[in-house]
């Protein structure tokens, strides 16, 4: 048993891994017990045991292995680091736990397992578990199917992926061992209770036996949905509601919430393994489905069925395959083999999913005509294909093809395109079924209704009411206008029968699915499929906005929305439905017409109408005129006065005053009445002709314009143009193109036909007359505006000359923004206003594109052509090419149908000959404009390709193949891209090339997007490979792509993704994970409303919120083409911000020519706006490593409204020489246009880093030069660099250090050192720092230089995060391989090293030993140079030692310079801070200039700055020095900066003053010494002038935060609290005896300054601190100082108004309005002095409103006399003093009668009058009378008033001291007889108090303290009785008392005895002092050596620790020293002894 004791000894963790298995048992039991007793999770322990959990579980000994895994379960449950231990522990337990044959050893195996699952690691423990799986042992391979099924029954599918376990179920139940079978079955029961049948078809291959088995099974489970019973750690409140559900006896409806979603979760495709079978295709299968033989055909056939018959098949290129079906479904002629065909189709689609959405453009139109077959399974055949087509791409993508079939004149074709409509509706969402694609649709569905084939009809109504269903009848109703009601009913009826695959609800978004079989496969659930496309269609912002702009119930609209369209349609596309109040007016005839006419009209008017005299008619005109002006819109008869109008002689007037008249007349009609277009189409006939002429045109065009606000622009405008070139009159054609110019701008361009004006402006254009082919020109000019780029392609094949001129029209549109429209708002639409205006602006870009006549090249593309381009020759492939191209030339716009061609252009995108793949690509990029939008079903198959050409080795190739992704992406949009696995595979793919050039591309157009589809985390885990690419440039963009992946993946599932990594990998990338986090872009705001696409007008202003200014930015305004599908907001450029402004954005000509102007334009708030659109990343974040284009134009974009246009030319010009011309431009206009520079900064500097990356040195040289002129500027404007400006700039800067060339890497430091002047240079430092990590090692070398230098100018504290990770991070260049670098980073520890000594070792942690011999080395060489301090401080400080004292020269050691450039750093921070807050003023602008901080002195100079200093007095001070040891200060270093004179103080002081306030104690604390140490220095205390009231605000918000906060903070250390109230107290008591100073302080101030100190004094928690009764002994003091000091009006006016607030809140104590009443009385006493300083007027203002708050019946009612008393007293005090004078004092107040102060002074003055008698003789008495009562004052009495003190609680230690005092005075007093009377216990205390005293006095126990002010302050606030006032005023040890306070004391001493006081103005100087007693000074020479005295002796007693009921000379009041120059010692005598006697004279 000897060893037994031996293992016994060991800790618990030692036994565990002992030899002896009983010594691990024992450890084990111990280890559990040590386990369970831990709380906190978090605990040190735990670590302890991470290594040996998996020793527990696979222990050798069974016994032992037991008690092992109960441990360690206990260990996982309870310990926060188990986790780490996943893996291997689970490893164990499946390996040597599972095969255990105790049951114990496996339950508990099983245990731990899921206990790790419920940690969050279930992913680890399912993958050892499958593994598990394939282990030999078959009692693992049991217990592993049961840990997973238990795991599964617990935790539910949520959280165990099920995908794995289908995948090994059929292998188990293939398994020869019996257990392993029925283990298999119970999982997959309980596998199907959380799935059901989508587990059927993984299953379906299983034995057929077995799978019976199966099925009865899975009858009998319950068919309730499961529910998940154990919950992980974050599911807490999940797991709360579970059990609150229990406790209510099982279901509330809650839990189904949960579950609900995790039911239809998994998709029995998802499940599936894919299959491949394109090489399982028969060898032979091209040629016998080509073969004569029906029979031969249908074998292929049949081979195919058989293939696709796998649920889910392995994604490949399935072109020929599909191509093959299609031509069997299309040309064959054998019904059987079509039906078969269509079968494959179908299999296909149901197994590819998303991935057969690039073929089903092809087969759609194939098989929806092949619909004209009768027999039904062929029919049903093509149905069911077709609909699993549908579900493999979106309606949109095949709406083109499906349009076209619906005119065939087969009726069969029709019925079954209506029927798949309304099946594939039945899939949509409203917001998947946009207005854009309904329109067309039921234009179309809206002919078959109308069909003679009852059949069709059936099939139009079912389908427009699916539609009607879907969308909702308001997205429906504007298209059914015209439809009579019995077929509008049956269109309801069907809607109402109809049932959505989605479920239906308002918002339209998918609902839980069905999960109805809709081609009765089991396994075309349509789940995700459909699902796919909601959300596909969701992603692009038009449907979304529509979605959004059918808002539920806005205000009725008025009119019927249902006849909205009426005859005319509503203008030309109908549209503008339920928004328009349209007027419908049939003809009326002539007749009619008169009757009504004269109904309104006078008789004469109408007789005169067609008089021969043009004066009669003139006069028929003006009453005509007049009433009309005076008829009401409802009673005019607008169509009969217009045709009276019209009535001969009409429009063919002769006299043109008649004529003016009359069109006049017309547009007062159309303003006034409800004029319809039959009333227009009467009048513009002859308005138009009267355009022309020159006296009526005017006229005739306001008519036009009424008109068109009548009856909407569009269709006015078709009638007018039309009308006006079916005239001959060129005139008038011009001019009507005039008068439409101007309309469109003021009406905006919604709505209008641009067809119709196309082909009238094209007769325009080809006009002989110049004035109309002018006109024309502009009025394309004002369409340009509104339709952008893509109008011109109507006119490119004009003559070149008239295409020149039209490029120059629309070159002088470029830039421009469209105006808000003006007219046709307000009228027509009301309620529904915006939303109209939305859609039609909507609409615009889209008509146009739509409007091109397309011409359909698909006979062009013969199958011989085909064979051209797949030709072996390449030259004859080349001559394919060609002819591809002229075809599309010629046809300009072309349909999508283009037949073969996309499969022969896919193949020549990888020909060997890289000419035709460039020519190939150029064709792709010319077909995308070509075919527009309509190339979106493309993408896959020729897309995806392009693609794949990104990896091509050829630079041109990658460049022409980008250029082509884009002008496709354009066209398309993104969604198509990232749809699917395509481009996952493409980034799979392991080329340098690709990689880089896609994720670029990536990195690019993501930020763009709002949404994008899931399929996109599918290139995550590639991206992840590409971040350890080997090749330097993939890991680059990877990086860069980062963020925009995680914008719209989140961080969540990109760091889930990583879990596939390996451990190495996963950490690297989850810290890029971290750090893309940081720079993570938001996503685009969603585009304003109404804003329109691309440049593509950008819209109306009014309709746009700011935030669509930024959407688009990024592509320049002027060269983007429309961009259809990405945000409207497009083209807005910045300029729409200037609109209102100056409307600087139009580049008028003169400018071009005029460079005199400004060359930067102050555009108010630009920078902000600009910063604020960053932050929101709005635009993109100038971070890159070269810069791309985007950036370019951006900043272009940017600049184009803050930079004059000729300027901004050159900067961006291709060519170098200009942009040096640029820089020595804006090097002339620097000084002269600062504010420009200023305001455009942040712009001029990212233009300045983009020349940092050109290779010419000339302009690097010029950059150069320009930074450094431009930032002494700055630093002269005192201008502080923003956050933003800096991180877009310094990076890139600091990468020009590592120059090779010598002189730039010298300027560039240059620039370095003065950025430091105008951004802080601890906020440099992490940009240099991270400059040390580049691969330059020139660059590394010279940013470690610069660390050096900075660490030298401002000491450690630039160091950023911290020092020690700072040099850590240098530390490791020491072992750089490059010389310099080593050099440069041993000297920057050297420097460090000097300035901070040893601590540096400290600081740098483990070096290498080579690395730490090196630096000790270069340490020990430094040390041999003369000066250890930094030579740059040394060199600046010898003016600065010669005018300072020897005392502040002691204690000038590192700390002091230490604190400085703490001070200077956090003060620059604060500057910035300051700044960016933005809503503070600037300090610097507050502060007048020559108090502002010099901040370049301060900065380089390190506090020594050059400026004279003031002359001194010089006193030989030496010998009153000597004698005294000065203490080292221990926390207080006078900061140098003080000493640099004012004028660069009063920001620092700002500084200082702001941490006073701080949340943090130790800041406050540092602030506070600080300040006090300026006050303590008289020649630097007026610094503090100015700043008072700031000051105490801090103060008092100090006192505030300690009282609701730190007080309440358990965790605060309280004697932390007792240091900042000493501190307050003290730098306070300093502040107010400085009387200067204390005057400054402000009413308000005050105010609050007394109501946080009385708050304070009555704070009984303070009372419960060990130095308690000091702190409020020290508030009094302070209380009784403030009084005294402060300007007496503010101090006396602050109380009175806070004793009213105090009487008046509810919540104050009474003890706190006695307080304030206390001081209050003190300051009555203080009247007799202060009454001549005091300004009266005010006062008693602040009385009469105190009283007119507080009458005297309300006083008398206050619980206590105190208020109405102390009234009475000040006011009798003020009477007594003023006397009748008082009453001249009332001139502030207003209304003298609101309060009874007037009638209460007189009452008073009244009293004294009588009383005056007596008060005469009494004055004569007084003198003496004092006296007397002086000397007579018996012992007694003051010895009883001292016993009373010394008996009461809290004066106890103040009556022992004042009783000490006595005795020492009157050695001979005798107080045996007031102790007799009492107590022993009392007699011994009195004894032993007094003992005490004295050993302190003599100075006994000094121990220096270590709180900046001594512990020893006394005095009480307002004593009770005139005796004590004395003491009262009592010295304070620790303080520093100048001599006023004495000379106060003295005054006051003096009044009493009836001596008379002269004001301090007419006061001899000190020196006579000692001559006249009378007359007590101070002079003003020698303030200065008294405060030195006084700070000796402050400093003398600072140090001296004495107890607290030490108080020196109490009663006499005198204990500080005063001097003068001569002997200081006998004036402080000889000074003491005259107090004295006076002192004794009272008694």
């Given amino acids: 048993m000897g060893d037994d004791s031996e293992w016994m000894k060991l800790p618990i963790d030692q036994k565990c891994e002992h030899k002896l298995w009983k010594a691990r048992l024992n450890g084990y039991e111990e280890a559990l017990k040590l386990f369970q007793k831990i709380d906190d999770e978090k605990s040190p322990e735990w670590s302890k045991y991470l290594g040996l959990i998996k020793k527990f579980v696979t222990d050798s000994n069974a016994v032992a292995q037991l008690k092992g895994l109960e441990a360690a379960l206990a260990y996982v449950e309870n310990a926060h680091v188990a986790g780490k231990t996943t893996g291997e522990v689970a490893s164990g337990v499946v390996n040597k736990v599972f095969n255990q044959p105790k049951a114990r050893a496996k339950e508990l195996g099983e245990d731990i397992c899921l206990m790790y699952i419920e940690i969050e690691k279930g992913e680890a423990v399912q993958e050892e578990l499958l593994k598990g799986l394939d282990n030999k042992n078959p009692k693992i391979i049991v217990a592993c199917i049961e840990t997973l099924r238990k795991a599964l029954s617990e935790?539910?599918?949520?959280?165990?992926?099920?995908k794995p376990i289908i995948k090994v179920l059929p292998k188990l139940f293939e398994s020869r061992e019996k257990a392993v079978r029925d283990e298999a079955k119970l999982l997959a029961v309980e596998i199907y209770r959380w799935i059901r049948d989508a587990l059927?078809?993984?299953?379906?291959?299983?034995?057929?036996?077995?799978?019976?088995?199966?099925?009865?099974?899975?009858?009998?489970?319950?068919?309730?949905?499961?529910?998940?019973?154990?919950?992980?750690?974050?599911?807490?409140e999940l797991k709360a509601k579970f059990e609150q559900q229990q406790g209510l006896g099982g279901d509330a409806d809650g839990g189904d919430d949960d579950e609900e979603e995790a039911v239809p979760q998994v998709d029995a495709y998802e499940l599936l393994e894919a299959v491949e079978i394109l090489s399982k295709l028969p060898k032979d299968f091209y040629e016998k489905i080509e073969a004569k033989k029906w029979q031969e055909r249908k074998e292929a056939l049949e081979a195919v069925e058989l293939l696709v018959k796998n649920p889910k098949l392995e994604s490949g290129d399935y072109a020929d395959l599909v191509k093959a079906l299609k031509k069997v479904v299309g040309k064959d002629t054998n019904v059987m083999l079509?039906?078969?065909?269509?079968?494959?189709?179908?299999?296909?689609?149901?197994?590819?999913?998303?991935?057969?959405?690039?073929?089903?453009?092809?087969?759609?139109?194939?098989?929806?005509?092949?619909?004209?077959?009768?027999?039904?399974?062929?029919?049903?055949?093509?149905?069911?294909?077709?609909?699993?087509?549908?579900?493999?791409?979106?309606?949109?993508?095949?709406?083109?093809?499906?349009?076209?079939?619906?005119?065939?004149?087969?009726?069969?074709?029709?019925?079954?395109?209506?029927?798949?409509?309304?099946?594939?509706?039945?899939?949509?969402?409203?917001?998947?079924?946009?207005?854009?694609?309904?329109?067309?649709?039921?234009?179309?569905?809206?002919?078959?209704?109308?069909?003679?084939?009852?059949?069709?009809?059936?099939?139009?109504?079912e389908a427009l009411g699916t539609a009607l269903k879907v969308a909702g009848e308001k997205a429906v109703n504007p298209f059914l206008a015209d439809v009579d009601k019995l077929k509008l009913d049956r269109i309801k009826e069907c809607a109402e029968k109809v049932e959505l695959v989605y479920g239906k609800k308002a918002g339209g978004a998918a609902e839980k699915k069905e999960g109805k079989p809709i081609t009765g496969k089991t396994t075309a659930l349509p789940g995700p499929a459909g699902d796919k496309e909601t959300k596909d269609t969701a992603t692009k912002p038009g449907p979304l906005k529509k979605a959004s702009a059918a808002k539920?119930?806005?205000?009725?609209?008025?009119?019927?929305?249902?006849?909205?369209?009426?005859?005319?349609?509503?203008?030309?596309?109908?549209?503008?439905?339920?928004?328009?109040?349209?007027?419908?007016?049939?003809?009326?005839?002539?007749?009619?017409?008169?009757?009504?006419?004269?109904?309104?009209?006078?008789?004469?008017?109408?007789?005169?109408?067609?008089?021969?005299n043009w004066k009669e008619r003139l006069a028929c005109m003006e009453e005509f005129q007049k009433a009309v002006e005076l008829m009401e819109r409802s009673e005019m008869p607008c169509q009969a006065l217009v045709r009276m109008l019209a009535k001969k002689p009409g429009w063919k007037e002769t006299n043109f005053q008649v004529m003016q008249m009359k069109l006049h007349i017309v547009a007062l009609i159309a303003q006034k009445g409800n004029f319809s277009k039959t009333s227009a189409q009467v009048v513009l006939d002859g308005l138009v002709d009267k355009v022309g002429d020159v006296k009526c045109g005017t006229n005739a065009k306001e008519a036009m314009t009424a008109i068109a606000e009548a009856c909407q622009l569009p269709w006015t405008a078709e009638q007018v143009v039309a009308t006006a070139f079916s005239q001959k009159n060129p005139k008038n054609q011009s001019e009507t193109l005039n008068w439409l110019s101007n309309a469109i701008k003021e009406f905006g361009f919604s709505g209008l036909n641009v067809k119709a004006f196309i082909s009238n402006v094209k007769t325009a254009l080809a006009a002989t007359n110049p004035a109309v082919r002018t006109s024309a020109i502009t009025l394309l000019g004002v369409m340009y505006l509104y339709v952008g780029p893509s109008l011109r392609m109507f006119f490119e094949d004009e003559k070149p000359a008239l295409l020149s001129q039209i490029d120059a029209e629309f070159e002088k549109m470029q830039g421009q923004t469209a105006p808000a429209p003006t007219r046709g708002i307000s009228r027509h639409s009301v309620g529904g206003g915006d939303d109209g205006e939305e859609e039609e602006q909507e609409e615009v870009g889209n008509d146009v594109v739509d409007l091109l006549p397309r011409t359909d090249i698909g006979d062009k593309i013969t199958a011989e052509l085909v064979s051209k381009i797949g030709d072996k020759n390449w030259k004859i492939r080349k001559e394919g090419l060609d002819e591809v191209t002229s075809i599309i030339n010629e046809a300009k716009f072309i349909q999508p149908n283009i037949g073969e061609l996309p499969a022969a252009l896919k193949g020549r995108l990888n020909?060997?000959?890289?000419?035709?793949?460039?020519?190939?690509?150029?064709?792709?990029?010319?077909?995308?404009?070509?075919?527009?939008?309509?190339?979106?079903?493309?993408?896959?198959?020729?897309?995806?390709?392009?693609?794949?050409?990104?990896?091509?080795?050829?630079?041109?190739?990658?460049?022409?193949?980008?250029?082509?992704?884009?002008?496709?992406?354009?066209?398309?949009?993104?969604?198509?891209?990232?749809?699917?696995?395509?481009?996952?595979?493409?980034l799979k793919k392991e080329n340098p090339f690709l990689r880089q050039e896609l994720l670029g591309w990536l990195a690019e157009k993501l930020p763009a997007l709002r949404s994008v589809p899931s399929d996109l985390l599918l290139c995550v885990p590639h991206l992840y490979s590409c971040l350890e690419d080997r090749n330097g440039d993939v890991r680059k963009k990877a990086q860069d792509a980062l963020p925009f992946f995680m914008m719209h993946l989140g961080f969540e599932k990109m760091a889930?993704?990583?879990?596939?990594?390996?451990?190495?990998?996963?950490?690297?990338?989850?810290?890029?994970?971290?750090?893309?986090?940081?720079?993570?872009?938001?996503?685009?705001?969603?585009?304003?409303?109404?804003?329109?696409?691309?440049?593509?007008?950008?819209?109306p202003a009014k309709f746009q919120p700011a935030s669509a200014f930024a959407d688009d930015l990024g592509s320049n305004t002027m060269e983007s083409k429309p961009d259809l599908k990405k945000a409207k907001a497009g083209g807005l450029s910045s300029k729409t911000k200037v609109q209102g402004k100056k409307v600087l954005s139009k580049p008028s000509l003169k400018e071009d020519d005029d460079k005199s102007g400004p060359i930067f334009i102050i555009v108010p708030n630009g920078k902000e706006q600009r910063m604020r659109e960053e932050k929101a990343l709005k635009v993109l974040k100038w971070n890159f490593t070269t810069p791309r284009d985007e950036y370019i134009e951006q900043l272009k974009t940017q600049m184009s409204t803050c930079v004059a246009k000729w300027l901004q030319d050159e900067m961006f010009h291709a060519d170098f020489q200009h942009h040096n011309k640029a820089l020595s431009v804006m090097i002339e206009h620097l000084e002269s246009e600062k504010d420009g520079v200023i305001s455009c900064l942040d712009l001029i500097l990212k233009w300045l880093t983009l020349r940092f990356f050109d290779t010419n040195t000339s302009v690097l040289m010029k950059t150069l030069e320009y930074l450094k002129l431009l930032f002494n500027l700055l630093s002269q404007e005192e201008y502080h660099l923003t956050e933003n400006e800096a991180s877009s700039f310094i990076p890139y800067l600091i990468l020009k250090v590592g120059e090779p060339k010598d002189v730039i890497r010298k300027d560039v430091r240059a620039i370095l050192n003065r950025m430091c002047l105008i951004y802080p240079a601890s906020k440099m430092f992490p940009f240099i720092m991270e400059g040390t990590k580049s691969k330059n090692s020139k660059q590394r070398a010279e940013c470690l230089e610069e660390l050096g230098c900075l660490v030298e100018s401002y000491g450690m504290n630039v160091c950023q995060p911290t020092p020690g990770k700072a040099l850590k991070e240098m530390a490791t260049h020491i072992g750089d391989r490059d010389n310099a670098v080593r050099n440069a980073a041993l000297n920057t520890i050297v420097t460090v090293y000097n300035v901070h000594g040893d601590q540096v070792f400290k600081l740098i942690g483990n070096l290498s030993e080579k690395d730490m011999s090196m630096l000790e080395e270069r340490i020990k060489r430094s040390a041999k140079r003369p000066s250890s301090a930094p030579v740059r401080q040394a060199e600046e400080k010898p003016q600065r030692t010669q005018n300072m004292s020897a005392n502040a020269s002691m204690m000038r050691k590192g700390q002091a310079e230490d604190m400085s450039s703490k001070l200077k750093i956090m003060y620059?921070?604060?500057?910035?801070?300051?700044?960016?807050?933005?809503?503070?003023?600037?300090?610097?602008?507050?502060?007048?200039?020559?108090?502002?901080?010099?901040?370049d002195e301060i900065e380089n100079d390190n506090g020594t700055v050059g400026c004279e200093m003031p002359a001194l007095v010089q006193?030989?001070?030496?010998?009153?020095?000597?004698?005294?040891?000065?203490?080292?200060?221990?926390?207080?270093?006078?900061?140098?900066?003080?000493?640099?004179?004012?004028?660069?103080?009063?920001?620092?002081?700002?500084?200082?003053?702001?941490?006073?306030?701080?949340?943090?104690?130790?800041?406050?604390?540092?602030?506070?010494?600080?300040?006090?140490?300026?006050?303590?220095?008289?020649?630097?205390?007026?610094?503090?002038s100015g700043h008072i009231d700031q000051f105490l605000i801090a103060t008092f918000m100090q006192l505030r935060l300690i009282y609701n906060t730190h007080m309440a903070d358990e965790k605060l250390d309280k004697d932390e609290i007792v240091r900042l109230y000493s501190c307050i107290i003290g730098s306070m008591i300093t502040l107010f005896q400085i009387e200067s100073l204390a005057r400054e302080a402000s009413t308000g101030v005050l105010k609050d300054l007394m109501h946080g100190l009385i708050t304070l004094m009555l704070d009984s928690r303070v009372e419960d601190l060990e130095e308690g009764e000091q702190v409020i002994r020290s508030v009094n003091l302070l209380v009784v100082k403030v009084l005294e000091k402060s300007d007496q009006t503010n101090i006396l006016s602050a109380l009175l108004v806070l004793l009213q607030d105090s009487l008046l809140a509810t919540a104050s104590s009474p003890k706190f309005s006695e307080l304030v009443m206390k001081c209050l009385w003190r300051m009555v006493r203080l009247l007799p002095e202060t009454i001549n300083s005091i300004n009266l007027d005010r006062i008693l203002l602040d009385i009469h409103n105190f009283m007119k708050v507080f009458p005297k019946e309300k006083l008398k009612q206050c619980k206590s006399e105190f208020p109405i008393r102390t009234l009475k007293t000040l006011l009798h005090s003020l009477c007594k003093l003023k006397g009748p004078k008082i009453l001249d004092h009332l001139t502030m107040i207003d209304n003298k009668n609101e309060s009874e102060l007037e009638a209460h002074l007189c009452r008073l003055m009244k009293h004294a009058m009588e009383q005056t008698g007596k008060a005469d003789k009494d004055t004569e008495k007084g003198a003496s009378r004092i006296e007397e009562k002086a000397s007579k004052a018996k012992v007694n009495d003051i010895l009883a008033e001292i016993f009373k003190k010394i008996g009461s609680k809290e004066n106890t230690k103040e009556g022992l001291a004042e009783l000490y005092e006595y005795k020492k005075k009157y050695s001979d007093a005798d107080i045996e007889p007031f102790l007799k009377n009492s107590s022993q216990f009392f007699q011994s205390y009195v004894e032993r108090g007094l003992r005490l005293i004295e050993t302190e006095r003599e100075g006994k126990g000094r121990i220096a303290t270590s709180t900046g002010i001594s512990s020893q302050m006394e005095g009480t606030c307002v004593p009770a009785s005139t005796h004590t006032v004395s003491s009262s005023i009592g010295n304070t040890n620790g303080e520093e008392v100048g001599p006023s306070v004495y000379l106060e004391r003295l005054k006051i001493l003096r009044q009493r005895c009836g001596l008379d006081n002269t004001k301090q103005e007419d006061r001899p100087p000190l020196m006579s002092l000692l001559s006249k007693p009378t007359l007590p000074t101070v002079a003003s020479s020698t303030d200065m050596l008294h405060s030195k005295l006084s700070q000796l002796r402050e400093s003398r007693e600072q140090y001296q620790h004495l107890d607290l009921d030490s108080n020196q000379t109490h009663s006499s009041g005198i204990g500080t020293t005063l001097a003068s120059p001569s002997s200081a010692a006998a004036n402080i005598d000889d000074l003491k002894k005259r107090l004295e006697r006076i002192k004794s004279s009272r008694k």
Avoid at 212 to 228: C, G, M, R, T
Avoid at 925 to 944: C, D, E, F, S
Avoid at 966 to 977: C, D, F, I, L, S
Avoid at 1066 to 1090: G, H, I, S, T, W
Wanted: charged letters at 25%; hydrophobic letters at 40%.
């Fill in 155 to 162: 935790f539910g599918s949520k959280i165990i992926s099920l």
């Fill in 200 to 236: 059927r078809p993984p299953l379906q291959n299983i034995n057929s036996v077995q799978l019976k088995e199966l099925e009865e099974e899975w009858i009998k489970v319950s068919s309730a949905a499961p529910k998940q019973t154990r919950f992980l750690r974050s599911q807490q």
């Fill in 338 to 461: 079509v039906a078969l065909a269509a079968k494959c189709l179908a299999g296909l689609a149901t197994g590819l999913r998303k991935k057969f959405g690039q073929y089903a453009g092809h087969v759609v139109p194939t098989i929806l005509e092949k619909f004209k077959e009768k027999k039904p399974q062929v029919v049903q055949a093509l149905q069911e294909a077709i609909d699993a087509i549908f579900l493999t791409t979106t309606l949109q993508n095949i709406s083109e093809d499906i349009l076209a079939v619906m005119d065939n004149k087969n009726p069969t074709i029709k019925q079954q395109t209506s029927l798949f409509i309304a099946r594939s509706f039945r899939h949509c969402t409203p917001s998947t079924l946009p207005k854009s694609l309904l329109k067309p649709f039921c234009a179309a569905l809206l002919k078959h209704i109308n069909d003679s084939a009852p059949e069709v009809r059936d099939a139009g109504f």
């Fill in 552 to 612: 539920p119930g806005g205000p009725p609209k008025k009119g019927k929305p249902a006849t909205a369209a009426g005859p005319g349609g509503a203008g030309p596309k109908g549209k503008k439905g339920p928004e328009t109040k349209e007027i419908f007016e049939s003809e009326l005839s002539m007749e009619v017409c008169e009757e009504k006419a004269a109904a309104v009209l006078p008789a004469s008017c109408i007789q005169q109408l067609d008089s021969g």
């Fill in 911 to 986: 020909d060997s000959n890289k000419i035709l793949v460039q020519q190939t690509l150029s064709i792709l990029q010319q077909l995308a404009t070509a075919m527009g939008p309509n190339i979106k079903q493309y993408v896959k198959n020729l897309g995806i390709p392009v693609i794949t050409v990104l990896g091509d080795s050829k630079n041109n190739v990658r460049a022409a193949a980008l250029a082509t992704v884009n002008a496709w992406a354009e066209q398309t949009g993104m969604k198509e891209w990232l749809e699917g696995e395509d481009l996952s595979e493409e």
């Fill in 1056 to 1099: 889930k993704a990583t879990g596939k990594l390996k451990p190495t990998s996963k950490d690297q990338v989850l810290a890029m994970l971290e750090k893309a986090k940081a720079n993570m872009p938001a996503k685009p705001a969603p585009p304003a409303k109404a804003s329109s696409r691309g440049v593509g007008g950008a819209a």
């Fill in 1468 to 1495: 620059r921070t604060y500057r910035i801070q300051n700044r960016n807050m933005g809503g503070h003023p600037e300090t610097t602008h507050t502060v007048p200039r020559e108090f502002q901080l010099d901040l």
């Fill in 1515 to 1584: 006193h030989k001070l030496d010998d009153i020095f000597e004698p005294v040891l000065i203490p080292e200060p221990k926390i207080r270093a006078v900061s140098p900066h003080f000493d640099d004179m004012h004028s660069n103080t009063a920001s620092t002081i700002n500084f200082v003053i702001s941490q006073v306030a701080s949340g943090d104690i130790n800041t406050s604390i540092q602030a506070l010494t600080q300040i006090d140490e300026v006050l303590k220095q008289e020649d630097k205390a007026e610094a503090m």
